[in-house]
């Protein structure tokens, strides 16, 4: 897998290596330090199920103290791992702090992978060691690497972003590929900036950008007891601190929009077995409430997913899915369109073509509309296509 | 595909027949016929998109009226076919009535398979020609067959049920495979006894046992617009009318629940691709509806119905799921056991043996059993595998 390019904000440094988690020198834990204290926000799973690393992150996010370093792990996710669970992501916070310099409540521990299993102790504290060793302000693109479990490719973004008339950077990435379904972040994810912002701006920020992007993917429905997305912001560019929702505000709220925009789509793109994007838009509904769900049904359908990958030109499935969703439709009002393509207006279009339709599905991102005519109610999700190799990545996981 | 015995009540006759729908002579219309007015009651799927026979077959459950027979065919759903559809419909069952000497209203017409595409009315009303022409009392089995679409066998079950001393019989079929998830009546089904009941009674009793069979079965989470169970009880056996909730309606109550319990098993067990029966139960949940959401999610999960497939010792997916179910879950008293193996009593158990799991998840009947530690609540869901063979069949449906 080739190394992408990540450039860090100033003040950041990060490393990926191998400790022996994961088979053949594979990038198995990544290491993110901050020169500076930095601001974090965050949103956590929402699973009643959480990881042991959730759960304290959950515990420094209430704290609101700054942080210094995140410590991630990708074979062994800690958890249903009991009591000893979190005992071992407090040591590891306790051994990245000491070496570090810090206070282990300033270290982030992630972790995902297989459930159940407690982490391996000294092979974890070994390869914190080795993470801080390698720490660069080149390291980003392991990082990114080191992050990864069934995905196939590292997913990164970045964007610069101008405040009060001085440059910041933002840079981002992103784990995940299967167990992908909203409710809070939907997969780990480490966005980094050297501008400022006051926590509470920062942390509605967050959320509301992770309930557009994050909160708007699905490869499975199933969502992960370990997921969590942070934002962590060092004030190293020495740009003013955003306070208030003025200009700079916007400004930073594009950046992080298209930044984590870009990761939820290279998610859903990268989503295990994929071999197609697969866009859902729903217009119309009564309200966006309603849209979403609508949007959200049609993406999680397996039917509609094996067809997309099948290239099955079975569109009546779609508007099959959207109702059940708990969205009102009147079919006599909708309208579906595949890639542009019109097949259904209140009955099936006449003269629709199966050989048309087909190689639309047969492209490599698909775009699904549904115009539900009932109100002004719109929403997206991304998703991708169910295939033979998601059944056989998640048939063999821990095999 | 053999042919099932299917021992129809009294006044009940039957056939299943090739009216040139589906290639190569494979049965694809059926019809039943009752020698005397039948009460009806039924259950109609919940999906706002609604097959226009799903929308006739509610007419006529709300008009109240008693029905003569049962028109079905398995090739065109007759779906977001616009108003054509309807039309189409209504004139299946007015070509049935005419052949019959049948009030139109009092014939059922049904159907299941491709959605969006209109019916071929000559094929159909040859088929319905076919069908009452080839009326047999031993015609049950035939029809059994000609309602399938993708099952890969007939799911038939039937029992006798003593009524004030006299014997009654009862008799069902069910088609059902893919597009399999509650709300309402998952698929088509079919039953029919000689025993006779108050309609009011009949209704209510249908419903409730709808909700502890058919209802708690998933094979992909997608209900189906054209979803319909019909029970039809005709009073040829002379028994006397079930009117109140005494002996006769426990002991006829028995009997339809162990039909609809035998029907809604061979369903999860014949899913798509299914090469095994997965059996959820939820104990310990604060409550039954909490019990019932939890059930539905690990049912639901394509990683725990992927990893079963595998035979992937890969127990902590159930926990996980259930943890997004939106049922309590406090996961230090948690229990999990497959098979009767326990693998999870809140921390994994010490020494479980991967090999003894793999070989619990190698059975053609796996048995999941998680219990909360909370309440009293609990349910049962039964589903089956994902597999290979599910995106094939489904990427492939229309072509």
Known sequence: MK??????????????????????????MGLVWSDKPAILAGSVTRN????????????????????????????????????????????????????????????????????????????IFKGVILGVEALSLKGGGDFAKAILT???????????????????????????????????????????????????????????????????????????????????????SGAKTITNAGADYKA??????????????????????????????ITGAKNDREAGLAAMAVAKSPLVKTAVFGADPNWGRILVAVGYSGAKVDEFKAKVDLGGYRVYSGAPKAGWSREKLRKILSRDEVEIKVDLGLGKGKAKVWTCDLTYDYVKINGEYTT
Chains 1, 2 share one sequence.
């Open 252 to 281: 930073f709220r594009t950046a992080l929009l298209g930044v984590c925009e870009d990761l939820a789509k290279s998610v859903a793109k990268d989503g295990e077995g994929a071999t197609k994007l697969v866009t859902v838009s």
């Open 48 to 123: 009643e199920v959480r990881s042991a690393p959730a759960r304290r992150t959950e515990r420094i996010l209430k704290g609101g103290q700054a942080v210094r370093a995140i410590v991630v792990n990708t074979k062994f996710a800690n958890d249903l791992t009991g009591r000893q669970g979190m005992r071992d992501a407090d040591d590891t916070g306790r051994v990245a702090g000491k070496l570090l310099g810090v206070n282990p409540e300033e270290v982030l521990v992630h972790s995902t992978g297989v459930v159940g299993v407690p982490i391996p102790r000294p092979k």
């Open 150 to 236: 069934t995905d196939l490719v590292p997913k990164v973004s970045c964007r610069p972003v101008s405040v009060g008339g001085r440059t910041a950077w933002l840079a981002g990435c992103v784990k995940g590929s299967g167990m992908i379904h909203p409710n809070m972040a939907t997969m780990l994810g480490y966005l980094m900036t050297d501008a400022a912002l006051s926590q509470p701006l920062m942390r509605k920020l967050l959320r509301e950008v992770v309930d557009l992007t994050f909160n708007r993917l699905t490869v499975d429905g199933d969502t992960s007891p370990s997921d969590s997305v942070v934002l962590l912001a060092n004030g190293v």
């Open 3 to 28: 190394t992408p390019l990540l450039p860090l904000p100033s003040g950041f440094s990060a490393s990926g290596v191998h400790a022996g988690l994961k088979a053949k020198g594979a990038l198995d």
